[in-house]
């Protein structure tokens, strides 16, 4: 009886088209993890670095400021730890002449990504025109990401709640209670903190700003509003693709296909978990062609197949 009444998943997919200087950062992080990873290929270390990618993956603007306030050294240290005094050239397929060094990091980082944030520009408009006057939760895994998001939806004159592992517990429950007032806030910004654990069935709409290496992680997240007491009949479950990425293949081939076993097998994060994890490292941390990701994606689509059949 429970299933015969359970809301509808409207899922959708708001596609987001870089900037060339966007791009032009992203594929430049993303050249520098690589060049990390095969200096150093100890998996702690190369977990280490990964987390730049997954910053870049998250917010761009939050990860130039980032490199600007030293946070990784001086982009000259940055660069130079990973690349030597060597010069890379065409590593763009769109700017085959252009040459990669320090110096040229350093004029990328004087482009104002958060004034042309490509990302933030879909997000306003999911929460003006495509889900107006509606309550909303927007998951992203990384603090900084939830600080800039909750700075620039406030001064678009939208109340946020901020729930993530660093409020105390008693203050997370005060800001959900906030978020839950019909008077309150209209957005609730929450880490994977938010997707375990907390009853959000009173809201029918849930973007995912970032998605996680997990998809099992999504459905999580999905979890917090698909729940007995939900009254709406739809829920819209909203996913930020950047176009002509990993984040982006990865989604198309791991994350959509496996939400039909989400769908019917339930929590299934100790089956996919590994070998999501597996997969990701090797598309991030090595120089791959498109023919070769495709056949490492297809790999891990059959392993994690293969034992679902045997749960």
């Given at each position: 009886?429970?299933?015969?009444?359970?809301?509808?998943?409207?899922?959708?997919?708001?596609?987001?088209?870089?900037?060339?200087?966007?791009?032009?950062?992203?594929?430049?992080?993303?050249?520098?993890v690589r060049e990390k990873c095969r200096q150093d290929s100890r998996p702690f270390h190369v977990f280490q670095?990964?987390?730049?990618?997954?910053?870049?993956?998250?917010?761009?603007?939050?990860?130039?400021?980032?490199?600007?306030?030293?946070?990784?050294?001086?982009?000259?240290?940055?660069?130079?730890?990973?690349?030597?005094?060597?010069?890379?050239?065409?590593?763009?397929?769109?700017?085959?002449?252009?040459?990669?060094?320090?110096?040229?990091?350093?004029?990328?980082?004087?482009?104002?990504?958060?004034?042309?944030?490509?990302?933030?520009?879909?997000?306003?408009?999911?929460?003006?025109?495509?889900?107006?006057?509606?309550?909303?939760?927007?998951?992203?895994?990384?603090?900084?990401?939830?600080?800039?998001?909750?700075?620039?939806?406030?001064?678009?004159?939208?109340?946020?709640?901020?729930?993530?592992?660093?409020?105390?517990?008693?203050?997370?429950?005060?800001?959900?209670?906030?978020?839950?007032?019909?008077?309150?806030?209209?957005?609730?910004?929450?880490?994977?903190?938010?997707?375990?654990?907390?009853?959000?069935?009173?809201?029918?709409?849930?973007?995912?700003?970032?998605?996680?290496?997990?998809?099992?992680r999504v459905e999580q997240r999905i979890g917090r509003i698909d729940r007995v007491g939900q009254q709406a009949?739809?829920?819209?479950?909203?996913?930020?693709?950047?176009?002509?990425?990993?984040?982006?293949?990865?989604?198309?081939?791991?994350?959509?296909?496996?939400?039909?076993?989400?769908?019917?097998?339930?929590?299934?994060?100790?089956?996919?978990?590994?070998?999501?994890?597996?997969?990701?490292?090797?598309?991030?941390?090595?120089?791959?062609?498109?023919?070769?990701?495709?056949?490492?994606?297809?790999?891990?689509?059959?392993?994690?197949?293969?034992?679902?059949?045997?749960?």
């Amino acid at each position: 009886q429970v299933k015969e009444h359970r809301p509808l998943r409207d899922p959708s997919v708001l596609l987001v088209e870089y900037s060339p200087e966007e791009m032009q950062l992203y594929r430049t992080i993303l050249q520098i993890v690589r060049e990390k990873c095969r200096q150093d290929s100890r998996p702690f270390h190369v977990f280490q670095v990964i987390g730049l990618q997954l910053r870049a993956a998250s917010c761009l603007p939050v990860l130039a400021q980032e490199i600007r306030d030293g946070r990784f050294g001086t982009p000259e240290d940055l660069f130079g730890e990973a690349m030597g005094e060597e010069i890379y050239d065409d590593i763009f397929d769109d700017n085959p002449g252009e040459e990669l060094t320090a110096a040229g990091l350093d004029k990328l980082l004087a482009y104002d990504f958060e004034e042309h944030d490509s990302k933030y520009r879909e997000l306003k408009r999911m929460l003006t025109d495509i889900v107006p006057d509606e309550k909303v939760i927007i998951f992203a895994y990384y603090r900084p990401t939830l600080a800039y998001l909750r700075r620039r939806i406030m001064n678009e004159g939208i109340n946020v709640a901020v729930i993530h592992g660093g409020i105390p517990n008693d203050a997370r429950w005060e800001e959900i209670e906030r978020f839950k007032d019909p008077r309150g806030p209209r957005v609730l910004l929450s880490s994977e903190v938010g997707s375990e654990g907390i009853d959000l069935q009173f809201c029918r709409v849930m973007a995912n700003y970032d998605l996680p290496w997990n998809p099992m992680r999504v459905e999580q997240r999905i979890g917090r509003i698909d729940r007995v007491g939900q009254q709406a009949k739809h829920l819209s479950i909203i996913n930020f693709k950047v176009r002509d990425t990993i984040e982006e293949r990865l989604y198309d081939r791991l994350h959509s296909k496996l939400e039909r076993f989400a769908n019917s097998l339930g929590d299934l994060e100790a089956v996919i978990g590994n070998e999501v994890q597996r997969l990701t490292v090797e598309l991030l941390s090595k120089e791959l062609t498109p023919e070769q990701e495709s056949r490492l994606m297809e790999q891990s689509e059959q392993v994690i197949e293969q034992r679902l059949l045997h749960v």
